[in-house]
């Protein structure tokens, strides 16, 4: 599977309805040590309601100016939320999700670098 | 001197952008009908220009980045192949324009048939882009360009009515100029896009890279950007005044080249006009070299190919056969007799749509604390470049219906 098959899928609860659309994934480095990093490991998808659009890098707590810019992202892109790969239960022409699975906060938090 | 050859990035860049030959003959153009009442777009493009080059050269000094790559990662594929086309052509028409303005330009120091200098002046082209150092390239073209200044020593040589002039940059229509409001609007806004077009940003973040400059350079980018830009605006602006001065009384319609170097001669007889004429061929053959690298750049920087004038060409080896089919191409355009004045009449439309695909991943990676550490944009920039976001907007859904009402401002 590539990512592109899963981008822009519609996103369904483990009981037929939909809940949006996928528009990103979330890798974690934390796999196997590699030469200069760890391998990545898939950690879960972004679901967003209203849009297909990306966050164009927004979706990180350390990036908010311009300010009006930020706020008018963070609008567009209210109620997105993040699953985590093993609250998935299947992928065909859509992603269905476990019944148990959780609504986590899309933002990154603060690089620690 | 070493100074002066320090800032040939920026004025080589702004030649490109404010004194190609399409604006030569449009900033004719606007004189010789609305004398100096569209004198305040240039202000208003080149503080735009000046804004945005900034960040994108700051970010090509922080981050090592050229502005089209960052275009590609933050835009996507499929917004920025929207942009990747728009800008493509716009680079494709303004060069060809250039090939043929370089030929007109050495038609009028030489009596030779344009047709006959085209392919020289391509070959020429390809020449400098395959062989020539950046550096070496940009300090004669931008030195050479400077020529140009002629024009501004023109305007005082005239002796014209100060007044006149002054009252007409602050919106008072001459008397002799009878022009709807349509097609005011419609040169204001082919103005603002030449000055702000995105070309530019492109080829100045690009030659930053290529010229290797790291965080110590910032203050010579903001240098480059604040002396050439400007000078560029003044220089336009001076050529309108030209035209004003000589053509707009007596009625002269300006349709070519060789209208926009009356006032010169009248100015400053056979010396003059010979400056001017070499400035013409500097200033064409700068914005040729220009949109040349930029079609490489752009279209390399997308697909994530090698590029740049400081690898050899075999190690660019895609990059430069990009340019190469560019220059083929263009001289083909031009072989089917096209004036190549009127060739970059289109490049508006085009403009609208890369205009705003380009200049707001700008402001967002100018912005962003993991590319720019601490160099991110202050308070003031992101206040003026989100006014300046609004105007590009509104100038790129006006240009098309703008377009159309008026013939393309006939």
């Not at chain 2, 920025?80 to 060809?96: E, P």
């Not at chain 2, 390239?137 to 024009?151: A, D, K, S, Y």
């Not at chain 2, 003031?380 to 009402?405: C, H, Q, R």
Request: hydrophobic share 55%.
């Amino acid at each position: 599977m590539i990512l592109s098959d899963l981008i822009h899928k519609k996103v369904l609860d483990a009981e037929g309805t939909v809940v949006g659309n996928l528009v990103d994934v979330r890798f974690v480095i934390d796999g196997a040590p590699g030469q200069l990093l760890a391998s990545a490991r898939l950690h879960g998808i972004i679901v967003s309601r209203g849009t297909a659009s990306t966050f164009l890098g927004y979706e990180r707590n350390s990036a908010n100016s311009p300010f009006i810019l930020a706020k008018f992202l963070e609008w567009r892109h209210r109620g997105s939320f993040l699953v985590r790969w093993r609250d998935i239960a299947m992928i065909d022409d859509a992603v269905h999700l476990r019944a148990s699975f959780q609504r986590l906060s899309p933002n990154l938090p603060q690089n620690r670098s | 001197m070493k100074k002066l050859l320090g800032l040939a990035l920026g004025i080589l860049t702004a030649i490109g952008g404010f004194l190609d030959i399409g604006d030569l003959v449009t900033n004719g153009v606007v004189g010789s009908r609305f004398g100096l009442t569209l004198g305040w777009v240039v202000l208003v493009g080149v503080v735009g220009i000046c804004l945005f080059a900034q960040m994108s050269g700051r970010v090509a000094a922080v981050s090592g980045r050229a502005t089209f790559e960052i275009i590609r990662e933050r835009l996507g594929a499929r917004a920025s192949m929207a942009n990747l086309g728009a800008s493509f052509i716009v680079n494709l028409m303004t060069l060809t324009a250039e090939i043929g303005g370089i030929a007109l330009s050495l038609q009028l120091a030489s009596s030779i048939s344009p047709m006959l200098w085209m392919p020289v002046a391509a070959v020429a082209v390809w020449i400098v882009v395959w062989r020539v150092k950046f550096s070496i390239m940009e300090n004669v073209t931008g030195l050479l360009g400077l020529t140009l200044i002629v024009f501004a020593v023109a305007v005082f040589l005239l002796h014209p009515n100060w007044l006149d002039l002054g009252s007409q940059l602050l919106g008072q229509a001459p008397k002799q100029s009878s022009e709807s409001p349509a097609t005011y609007w419609y040169y204001a806004i082919a103005l603002f896009g030449a000055a702000m077009t995105p070309y530019e940003v492109f080829f100045f973040s690009s030659g930053a890279v290529e010229e290797k400059w790291t965080v110590k350079d910032l203050a010579q980018s903001r240098m480059n950007v604040l002396v050439g830009f400007p000078l560029g605006g003044i220089l336009s602006i001076a050529i309108a005044a030209c035209a004003t001065i000589v053509l707009l009384p007596k009625n002269i319609a300006v349709t070519s080249l060789s209208e926009i170097a009356l006032p010169i001669a009248q100015a400053g007889g056979k010396i003059a006009l010979i400056i001017v004429l070499l400035g013409f061929v500097a200033a064409t053959f700068g914005a040729a070299l220009e949109t040349t690298l930029s079609s490489g750049y752009t279209l390399a920087q997308y697909f994530g190919w090698s590029w740049g004038k400081f690898r050899r060409p075999a190690r660019a080896a895609r990059f430069h056969l990009t340019m190469i089919i560019a220059l083929i191409i263009g001289l083909a355009v031009l072989a089917t007799g096209v004036d190549p004045i009127a060739v970059t009449e289109f490049s508006v439309v085009f403009s609208a749509i890369a205009l705003p695909l380009t200049y707001l991943p700008i402001l967002i990676v100018a912005n962003d604390p993991q590319y720019m550490g601490k160099f991110v944009n202050g308070k003031a920039t992101n206040f003026f470049g989100m006014i300046y976001l609004v105007i590009i907007l509104v100038a790129s859904l006006a240009a098309i219906p703008l377009m159309i009402v008026t013939g393309a401002g006939a």
